[in-house]
T-cell receptor
Framework: KQEVTQIPAALSVPEGENLVLNCSFTDSAIYNLQWFRQDPGKGLTSLLLIQSSQREQTSGRLNASLDKSSGRSTLYIAASQPGDSATYLCAVRQSGGANSKLTFGKGITLSVRP | DTGVSQDPRHKITKRGQNVTFRCDPI?????LYWYRQTLGQGPEFLTY????????KSRLLSDRFSAERPKGSFSTLEIQRTEQGDSAMYLCASSLGVLHHLKTSTDTQYFGPGTRLTVL
């Protein structure tokens, strides 16, 4: 059974700092990995999706990398801003076929201090 | 593209009552998913439709839960005889399957705002 772990559960940093959020998964035979942002009481916003054949994806100040063999992904946020404060979740999809459910970690709650 | 919508956004009910939630996916998305999220946890998969066919159900989906997607468009999730343990955020997501009308897709799941259920 796939398990996704995100440590630490919470992180507080000063504005402007570059930071790395970690995600690990137990079964490396994944189809893709997706990073989401969730604001309090809201739904999930997709940030980046990395296919199993890819090493990284970039969008603006965000960069996500994937090391499938070691079961790890990182989300890099450059020049953090207070507006980045939210919970960041990673999720893996096991299969490329009809079964496309996602298995999520518990998330990392990020607070960026002005 | 108006995004995934869910209705209602909040529902408060008494234990033992039945509730029904609705999800409208992004138009042309053939896949639709339901997840449940409790406080401090990541979303957990409940069930999944491809068009109108329900292809997978989690063991979390007890007999009190039923989901439908009658015409392959919107979906409903009904909980019968609600219990306090059913209190959670119910999230719906949709995606364009990897091969759809000969288009390729990353099958990214797009989530709605969720329905917050509180069972008293």
């Amino acid at each position: 059974k796939q398990e996704v772990t995100q440590i630490p559960a919470a992180l507080s940093v000063p504005e402007g700092e570059n930071l790395v959020l970690n995600c690990s998964f137990t079964d490396s035979a994944i189809y893709n990995l997706q990073w989401f942002r969730q604001d309090p009481g809201k739904g999930l916003t997709s940030l980046l999706l990395i296919q199993s054949s890819q090493r990284e994806q970039t969008s603006g100040r965000l960069n996500a990398s994937l090391d499938k063999s070691s079961g790890r992904s990182t989300l890099y946020i450059a020049a953090s801003q207070p507006g980045d404060s939210a919970t960041y979740l990673c999720a893996v999809r096991q299969s490329g076929g009809a079964n496309s459910k996602l298995t999520f970690g518990k998330g990392i709650t990020l607070s960026v201090r002005p | 593209d108006t995004g995934v919508s869910q209705d209602p956004r909040h529902k408060i009910t008494k234990r033992g009552q039945n509730v029904t939630f609705r999800c409208d996916p992004i138009s042309e998305h053939n896949r639709l998913y339901w997840y449940r999220q409790t406080l401090g946890q990541g979303p957990e998969f409940l069930t999944y439709f491809q068009n109108e066919a329900q292809l997978e159900k989690s063991r979390l989906l007890s007999d009190r839960f039923s989901a439908e997607r009658p015409k392959g468009s919107f979906s409903t999730l009904e909980i019968q005889r609600t219990e306090q343990g059913d209190s959670a955020m119910y999230l719906c997501a949709s995606s364009l399957g990897v091969l759809h009308h000969l288009k390729t897709s990353t099958d990214t799941q797009y989530f709605g705002p969720g329905t917050r259920l509180t069972v008293l």
